[in-house]
């Protein structure tokens, strides 16, 4: 007779192999560190360039190069380009984000040696059209002005900007900044950052000597060089901030609350990231326990912790009905100082060791996912030593050390509260 | 290509299974042939409820996500129109506690009043989140009503209302388990790294025991075609006029869908379509416009919408999309551009099959369809479709007597 009250016979994941990459360089110096899998005709090529030159008058200069990059150049226009990627089936891509920017190729392989070219013409000849540049301005004004109307979003920008100040991490983005914009110093940022010396290339799939050979001859040469300064910021902690912005007509409150905290490379950052599954990292979280599936004042919540470059922070977000606002930021800094206080009972820390270990393992789905996985250590100067270390410390890490851990990083008299809606 | 076997258990639940030897991770994704368009009228975002309610602790299980996050496992579900669908991944070895769990919830529920009471909660601060305090978040509350007046499919998944929501019984949340969750109304498939013989056995152990239940046989009033020009302005806290047009298509097992796909591609798929080059780009009347289908069961709606610049007139705005639907029916595509959607899909198809998550949802998803083979046909019944298919369909589809428009504007506009 089958026993359905007896949960079946578990094992926790031992073993997780990460695929390491193999570095070769271009010509000119290029850095290209190639995951392969044979599995699927398919490659993906990401060209990361470190965001470079900061000013406060101009921030958004590689926002807008990043969108506007493949709008035209000497020989093709932004149609033409966008034409000649989609008739190869192939995917172009172009992402912005804090510390770097990058241009991403899908394509099948049969079409790579047709759609490379394409690639190459807009990494190094660019050139910014000014209608389609007015038009840029017009159009992200308007998306500017949907955005703000959204609680979620504001909060993120609120939060952000007590953090980080006026810098690239942190700068609140007005319609202003899109009015201020000027083609000369699109292209300016174009020529310092789009540069074979600030460029490393990152390739998963199926890609062989001779699809080397090809990146090589359109990639290794032709392609000048600059001299940009690499972004650089200095964080001091903040004290106790709150910002509330009133909507009289909210249905719903963005609470966003956090502090900084480490990135990466600090040496408390996995013990910290597994204190942050226990209060909010996943579905089982003591906040989606206590706020969500207790209380109901929430469809979700969640805790995280953001490594960049140059900084860390850890924040809780969530949005909940206007009129259990309140009664949501006691019970979020509840949880916290239960964290403080007690220690985590043996149960729930292997539950959540056994899930970010089949978490870390599901992660590694496919040969893109492996990539990610590069990328995030090599950007941080740290080799495949670190999730060993990863993984060691969730098998071992101790109800004490997560304790102290919480005692040292959730100072909640440095958080910076943020709350738009109503409370 | 997407390799499966497939058996049928005594009890009906047909199972399929997909090895994949190059993951050391399993999903099991269990799809029920539900969705909110089998919704009494009254009782609208129940199918979507209920499956908020599948976590809530099963007939011998108190805790559902418990004890599949302790074995490394993550889970999820949705809810559409057509179908609820849940998903485990996790790690291979430990797949026997995805059997035990999925099958105590097609077993029976707790039905528990605590979570029944919470899950209300829940959901209506999801209804809010994404439909009620988002700009435009209820465009498909009003444009559903707008384009059917028969069909089920005149309200969302998240429900008419509120209210529907905060009414619901338990009772309600009973009669809904007995009528659709039973493994005659479900397909179970399995993928990872999974050997089929394995996957047979433990079937047999969990889901066999099963009870059939009552087959349900869904008898849904269907639309009649429509005759006149529907509009409806709606005045909203907005920054920006916007423009929602849909007409009438066929449903996903009409031959012709794989036209209507790729037309919905040459208009709007990339910064190479139609409405954005001409639209956005070349007049400028647009800040943001697409085109896409709703890819529904039963006959859906074909869908083109977009944000106005500030100053363009809801007619000029409106003329000009016109134009460009006119352009379609009065001549044939070129075969490059004919080709360069179908290159597009092609690749679409290869990269999908980059994720196990996604091979398991597709097969489960073609299987209801008629048969998981269909899924690696699909390249082909694309790359049939001809420059003459979609003028025809252009002109069957475009009309203003079928068209329902829904003008969405800002205060200062009405």
């Not at chain 2, 379509?273 to 709703?294: H, T």
Request: glycine share 6%; with cysteine; charged share 25%.
């Amino acid at each position: 007779m089958l026993n359905r009250q007896q949960a079946p016979d578990f094992k926790q994941v031992s073993t997780i192999n990460f695929i390491h990459p193999e570095k070769k360089v271009l010509d000119n110096s290029v850095p290209v560190f190639t995951i392969y899998s044979g599995e699927q005709d398919l490659v993906r090529i990401e060209f990361v360039f470190e965001n470079v030159n900061w000013t406060l008058e101009k921030p958004l200069q590689a926002i807008a190069v990043s969108t506007l990059i493949n709008n035209g150049t000497n020989k093709l226009s932004a149609k033409e380009i966008a034409e000649q990627i989609d008739f190869y089936g192939a995917f172009f891509q172009t992402e912005y984000a804090q510390d770097q920017s990058s241009v991403t190729l899908y394509t099948l392989n049969k079409h790579l040696h047709s759609v490379l070219p394409i690639v190459k013409d807009v990494l190094s000849e660019s050139q910014f059209p000014q209608h389609e540049l007015d038009i840029y301005i017009q159009n992200q004004k308007q998306k500017l002005q949907v955005n703000l109307k959204k609680n979620d979003v504001l909060s993120r920008k609120e939060f952000a900007h007590a953090l980080f100040g006026d810098t690239a991490y942190g700068v609140n983005i007005k319609a202003e900044h899109y009015d201020a914009l000027k083609r000369e110093d699109l292209i300016e940022y174009f020529k310092a950052a789009y540069a074979p010396n600030n460029c490393t290339i990152i390739v998963s799939g199926k890609f062989d000597t001779t699809s080397f050979k090809l990146l090589n001859d359109t990639f290794g040469k032709d392609w000048e060089k600059s001299n940009a300064v690499k972004n650089s910021f200095n964080f001091t902690a903040t004290a106790k901030q709150f910002v509330y912005t009133e909507k009289p007509e909210a249905l719903q409150s963005a609470i966003r609350i956090g502090q900084l905290a480490i990135n990466r490379t600090h040496e408390d950052f996995s013990g910290l990231q597994i204190l942050n599954a226990v209060l909010g990292g996943y579905f089982g979280s003591r906040l989606m326990n206590n706020i969500r599936e207790d209380k109901g004042y929430t469809y979700g919540i969640g805790s995280g912790i953001s490594s960049l470059q140059q900084a860390g922070y850890l924040f809780i977000a969530t949005e909940v009905g206007a009129d259990v606002c309140s009664a949501a930021l006691t019970e979020i800094y509840k949880e916290i100082d239960i964290l403080k206080n007690e220690l985590i009972g043996e149960e729930e820390l292997d539950l959540v060791r056994n899930y970010m270990l089949g978490s870390m393992l599901g992660s590694l789905e496919n040969v893109f996912s492996h990539a990610d996985k590069f990328k995030n250590i090599y950007f941080a100067g740290l080799d495949y030593n670190y999730y060993t270390k990863y993984i060691e410390k969730v098998k071992t890490i101790t109800a004490e050390e997560l304790l102290a851990l919480a005692n040292k990083y959730l100072t909640t008299d440095h958080f910076t509260e943020v709350v738009i809606g109503k409370k | 290509m997407v390799d499966f076997n497939r058996f049928t258990l005594a009890n009906g639940l047909k199972v399929l299974v997909h090895e994949d030897a190059t993951t050391p991770m399993a999903v099991l994704n269990i799809l029920y042939d539900v969705g909110a368009r089998d919704e009494d009228p009254e009782k609208t975002g129940f199918a979507h409820l209920f499956e908020h309610l599948m976590f809530g602790g099963s007939v011998n299980i108190p805790n559902y996500d418990e004890p599949l996050q302790r074995v490394g496992g993550e889970n999820n579900a949705f809810t559409s129109n057509d179908i609820t669908n849940y998903y485990i991944t996790l790690p291979a070895e430990n797949i026997e506690t995805a059997f035990w769990l999925e099958s105590d919830r097609m077993l029976g529920l707790a039905f528990s009043e605590k979570s029944l009471d919470t899950q209300r909660n829940v959901v209506s601060e999801e209804f809010k989140q994404r439909y009620l305090n988002q700009p435009y978040g209820d465009v498909w509350l009003k444009l559903r009503p707008l384009a059917y007046k028969k069909h089920s499919y005149r309200w969302a998944t998240i429900g008419k209302e509120l209210s529907h929501i905060e009414n619901a019984t338990m009772d309600d949340v009973k009669a809904f388990f007995k009528k659709h969750y039973t493994p005659q109304n479900a397909i179970l498939v399995v993928g990872g790294n999974v050997k089929t013989e394995e996957v047979k056995k433990l079937a047999e152990k969990w889901f066999e025991p099963i009870p059939a239940g009552d087959k349900y046989n869904r008898d849904l009033v269907q639309e009649e075609p429509q005759t006149e020009a529907r509009t409806e302005t709606v005045k909203a806290n907005v920054p920006l006029n916007a423009i929602y047009m849909s007409f009438k298509m066929p449903g996903r097992l009409n031959q012709d869908y794989y036209s209507f796909d790729l037309l919905s591609d040459i208009l709007s798929r990339g910064q190479s379509s139609r409405l954005y080059n001409s639209l956005l780009k070349e007049q400028k009347l647009f800040s943001d416009i697409n085109a896409y289908i709703s890819s529904s069961l039963d006959p859906g709606l074909f869908i083109v919408e977009g944000k106005l610049v500030e100053g363009v007139t809801t007619e000029t705005a409106e003329k000009a999309i016109w134009a460009e639907l006119e352009k379609l029916k009065a001549e044939l595509v070129s075969e490059t551009e004919l080709t360069k959607v179908k290159n597009k899909v092609e690749s679409v198809l290869v990269f999908s099959e980059m994720s196990l998550l996604d091979k398991a949802m597709n097969l489960a998803y073609y299987e209801l369809l008629g048969d998981a083979a269909l899924l690696n046909q699909e390249t082909e019944s694309f790359i049939k479709v001809k420059a003459e298919d979609i003028k025809r369909i252009s002109n069957e589809t475009f009309q203003s007597n079928s068209s329902s428009t829904l003008y969405y504007l800002t205060e200062e506009n009405a």
